[in-house]
């Protein structure tokens, strides 16, 4: 059995690892959880801000499409962790002070919460985006035909536009769900207990650094495969009934 010197003596990997004490595995898995957790709550929010950003910088008005654009391009070009610090300590510090001129107590707010509303900003820039383009993949001879048909805006998007799009955007949002999964790292410079923080924790208490590192790597990975298997069923579905042109075809 492989073993391993702890601050404590002398433990074995599968100890280390073991759901109870002195082993570690039921943090590294509430930290796995977290991430997950946070991801989920990020992507969703960044998909809704997305599909509003997309439809907003196609077919809003001239003052909808600079704000939209002077959001995506900031977003975009400054760092993940540079937004994820700006966004932590300047969102809570302007949220108290408007609390403390209304008379209320300053609040705490729930890392997952925060950890959620930051990821979720960055990942509408990149949403919008990724929609944008889907949408201008759809053949204008649809969406003019079903105009002509009397369709109304909603009823369009509905029936036409977000069907025929969706193949096209499922890849590109396949890659914005990998990415949050690991940008939640970011957040444990900040002090939320995600998978990273949870290993790092583990580490730096029993000094044992590769083993704790592999099983992280090991549960991302586990995570990036199995979301990969998702989206690609999802894909699947999104083209049934497409046809599919091969390449030595005119």
């Known amino acids: ?83 994820i610090l700006i966004l932590n300590y300047a969102f809570r510090g302007l949220l108290n002070q408007a609390l403390a001129k209304l008379g209320y107590p300053p609040v705490e707010l729930s890392g ?10 960055v990942q509408g820039a990149y949403s919008t985006e990724v929609l944008r383009g889907a949408i201008l993949s759809v053949p204008a001879g ?32 396949a890659n914005l769900w990998l990415t949050v999964t690991k940008d939640t790292a970011l957040l444990a410079v900040v002090g939320f207990i995600e998978l990273t923080k949870a290993t790092s924790l583990a580490a730096a208490t029993t000094k044992v650094f590769f083993t704790f590192y592999m099983a992280g790597g090991v549960l991302y990975l586990i995570l990036s495969l199995g979301s990969t298997l998702v989206f690609g069923r999802i894909e699947r579905w999104a083209r049934k009934g497409q046809r599919v042109i091969s390449r030595g075809e005119n």
Do not use: C, H
């Not at 969406?143 to 590109?172: F, K, Y």
């Open 112 to 121: 997952v919460a925060i950890g959620i509303a930051i990821l979720g900003v």
């Open 142 to 173: 649809q969406i003019e035909a079903a105009r002509a048909m009397g369709m109304s805006p909603v009823l369009l998007a509905r029936r036409i536009t977000l069907p025929l799009m969706m193949a096209a955007a499922i890849p590109g949002l």
């Open 1 to 83: 059995m492989l073993t391993l010197v702890t601050l404590d003596g002398a433990a074995s990997a599968f100890d280390l690892l073991a759901w109870s004490p002195p082993g570690w595995g039921a943090t590294l898995v509430a930290g796995l959880w977290n991430t997950i957790l946070i991801a989920s709550g990020a992507y969703a929010l960044g998909l809704a801000i997305g599909v509003l950003g997309a439809f907003g910088k196609l077919y809003g008005g001239p003052v909808t499409k600079d704000l939209l654009g002077v959001y995506t391009t900031l977003v975009r070009a400054v760092p993940e962790l540079v937004l």
